[in-house]
């Protein structure tokens, strides 16, 4: 996903037209109202509307996922649900690494040699399964020393609680302690990945504010199919839907920051890409960790072969609308 407005920094009026040549340009520009090509302000107040516009798309999957926090997420007609929302997450996170950071990343980034782009990958992809690991870790020594011991004899309790030994109440905790890290550390590589969109609106908004709405308008179209995707992966990491769409907003600031550093330092626009290309590589190697350690995983479980064809369709269908949005767009 960030692949598709990386090199927006550096537009000029020689290559808008390859860049937006798969748009439809009448239809694209009449998406935006003339009061705002024609009203003079400046490009940070607009590079900061579009970056949050961007950041708000989070918000989407609240009105079209039909999952409550009530629901019953590991079995019936909700974790279905659930499970085929994920197939589409990790084929859309699979389509936008494999479709669009790859080819950008070994194609268009001549300020480093293709092994020390995939180092980096093989880096993003290591620094999560590491975190996952030490904040698992943690949250489990801190359970420990927080909560008080509790001495269970099998006189008092004949080995059980209400069905459930001490070893059901250990595992559980730490599968959700490892759930909710899940989700935390997917939420850091969005922000990432909303700093270089960032970058990207900002840099077209200081080429003019008509580059600027094409730009912002080309991202929201290629982040939609990949923010429902990671609310499916917050809500399988035990977050509540609110929480999950408050988490998506969260995270635009880091489409906020991308912008504002954009725009005060446009004048150093190949410094910044050259600053800031190691987090391309870097967050296309936390996708891939997200997409292939944490989430098919347990998709590859399923034992309905009704289920699993479904699933396998919404991976194949992630993968598809990537890689038209990739046509469409770039």
Same mark, same amino acid.
């Given at each position: ?14 290559? *808008? ?40 798309? /989070? ?20 974790? #279905? ?7 589409? &997450? ?17 194609? #268009? ?37 927080? $909560? ?10 004949? #080995? ?14 730490? &599968? ?17 990945? #909303? ?7 900002? /840099? ?6 008509? *580059? ?14 990949? $923010? ?24 635009? &600031? ?7 550093? &954009? ?9 910044? $890409? ?27 479980? $399923? ?17 598809? *609308? ?9």
């Amino acid at each position: 996903m960030m692949s598709v407005c990386t090199n927006v920094i550096n537009l000029n009026s020689g290559n *808008i037209s390859d860049l937006f040549g798969g748009l439809d340009r009448k239809i694209m520009l009449d998406l935006v109202p003339g009061w705002m090509l024609d009203a003079e302000e400046l490009p940070w107040l607009w590079a900061m509307f579009g970056s949050i516009l961007i950041g708000l798309s /989070g918000v989407l999957p609240l009105l079209v996922i039909p999952i409550d926090e009530t629901d019953n997420l590991k079995i019936g007609a909700s974790a #279905n649900t659930l499970k085929t929302l994920l197939s589409f &997450a990790v084929g859309g996170l699979l389509g936008d690494v494999f479709l669009h950071s790859l080819p950008e990343i070994f194609g #268009n980034d001549k300020t480093r040699s293709g092994v020390e782009n995939g180092l980096l990958i093989l880096s993003g992809l290591l620094i999560f399964v590491v975190a996952e690991k030490l904040f698992s870790a943690i949250s489990k020594l801190d359970k420990t020393i927080k $909560e008080p011991a509790i001495e269970l004899t099998p006189e008092k309790t004949n #080995n059980n609680i209400k069905g459930y030994d001490a070893l059901d109440f250990k595992t559980e905790v730490v &599968a959700n302690d490892k759930r909710r890290v899940t989700g935390y550390l997917n939420l850091v590589a969005n922000a990432a990945d #909303n700093f270089t969109h960032g970058l990207s609106v900002g /840099g077209a908004f200081l080429v003019s504010r008509r *580059i600027g709405f094409l730009t912002t308008f080309a991202i929201l179209v290629h982040e939609i199919p990949h $923010e429902v995707g990671d609310f499916a992966i917050l809500l399988k990491s035990g977050f509540t839907r609110w929480d999950a769409a408050i988490g998506q907003i969260c995270t635009a &600031a880091g489409g906020l920051v991308g912008a504002l550093i &954009a725009i005060f330092f446009g004048g150093a626009s190949n410094s910044i $890409e050259a600053r800031t290309s190691w987090i391309l590589p870097l967050t296309s190697g936390s996708f891939l960790h997200i997409a292939l350690v944490t989430v098919l995983p347990d998709l590859l479980k $399923e034992e309905d072969p009704l289920e699993s064809l479904k699933q396998f369709c919404a991976l194949v269908a992630g993968i598809v *609308i990537m890689g038209f949005v990739g046509i469409a767009v770039e």
